[in-house]
């Protein structure tokens, strides 16, 4: 058992993103699904606050142990502004992608409930092109990458440690991922995630996994725009977390040649050694 307000576990941490995916998908991908099932009205904005309600209550119940990310968008951002050390990061989109799948396959095994319910027909996966709206890859791709830019942007900003109202931030980052939804539901079936687009995108059939790379690409190029953009115009809320921001080569140490050495050595320089005591004798002074 962990110490009252001791830091929470890389594990505490994979588990907050695996449980807050799992519901951000069951919930949201789940108002699309038993709409179409029985016949009800489901419209862009039922299923817009349905993901945007779902991330309200999951980022409020688990921002305190991972920072509530639940997209691997929003960590990729998070290290690149230098909010996490990439050695988490793995932990998080893995726990991410579990949580995605876990929830689709959830959704899947109560969907057999209706009569005749295959996969294929639909798990809320996303789309474009001839398999969903008929929306060109090209638009895709850029409203896509737009929207997660602009979402993931609110994020940073609603969490900065600078901001007066922080306790606002869940809502804040809900209503953002319901809006972007608004707009993106008709022509792609809205990601701006791309673990939201993996889970149900994997079990919904071939076709499906086939269109998975921009629901992947894009949202992660948007996240990168935002995670380098946020701190150059707004700068860093606190000191970057060790081994976070942008990866950096070491400038190679060059050793100082011998023949370097005999030019320098008449012109008072010297290039001391360890463990090595100097021979230059003291001038001497002159006494009267």
């Known amino acids: 058992m962990s110490e009252l307000g001791a830091t929470p576990t890389t594990a505490q941490?994979?588990?907050?993103?695996?449980?807050?995916?799992?519901?951000?998908?069951?919930?949201?991908?789940?108002?699309?699904?038993?709409?179409?099932?029985?016949?009800?009205?489901?419209?862009?904005?039922?299923?817009?606050?349905?993901?945007?309600?779902?991330m309200v209550v999951m980022v409020h119940a688990f921002g305190r142990v991972s920072g509530g990310h639940f997209n691997p968008a929003t960590t990729l951002a998070t290290a690149l502004s230098g909010r996490l050390a990439w050695r988490e990061v793995p932990a998080y989109v893995g726990a991410q992608l579990a949580g995605a799948v876990a929830g689709a396959a959830v959704l899947l095994g109560l969907a057999q409930g209706f009569a005749g319910f295959e996969a294929g027909s639909g798990l809320a996966q996303n789309s474009?092109?001839?398999?969903?709206?008929?929306?060109?890859?090209?638009?895709?791709?850029?409203?896509?990458?737009?929207?997660?830019?602009?979402?993931?942007?609110?994020?940073?900003?609603?969490?900065?440690?600078?901001?007066?109202?922080?306790?606002?931030?869940?809502v804040v980052i809900g209503l953002s991922l319901a809006a972007g939804y608004f707009v993106a539901l008709p022509a792609t079936g809205a990601s701006l995630n791309p673990a939201r687009s993996i889970g149900p995108g994997l079990l919904s059939g071939t076709d499906a996994v086939l269109q998975l790379w921009l629901f992947v690409l894009a949202p992660l190029l948007g996240a990168a725009v935002a995670g380098l953009a946020y701190p150059m115009i707004f700068g860093h809320d606190a000191e970057p977390v060790a081994g976070s921001g942008v990866p950096r080569r070491a400038r190679p140490v060059r050793?100082?040649?011998?023949?370097?050495?005999?030019?320098?050595?008449g012109s008072g320089t010297r290039w001391p050694t360890s463990g090595a005591r100097s021979t230059r004798r003291r001038p001497r002074v002159a006494r009267a």
């Open 13 to 54: 941490k994979a588990a907050a993103e695996a449980i807050g995916t799992f519901v951000l998908v069951l919930l949201g991908c789940g108002s699309i699904v038993y709409a179409r099932e029985v016949g009800a009205i489901s419209t862009t904005t039922t299923i817009a606050l349905a993901f945007g309600l779902a």
């Open 128 to 170: 474009f092109g001839d398999q969903g709206s008929g929306y060109a890859a090209w638009a895709a791709f850029t409203l896509e990458m737009l929207l997660t830019a602009v979402v993931v942007g609110v994020v940073l900003a609603a969490t900065d440690a600078r901001q007066e109202h922080r306790a606002l931030a869940p």
């Open 255 to 265: 050793r100082a040649s011998r023949r370097r050495s005999s030019r320098t050595a």
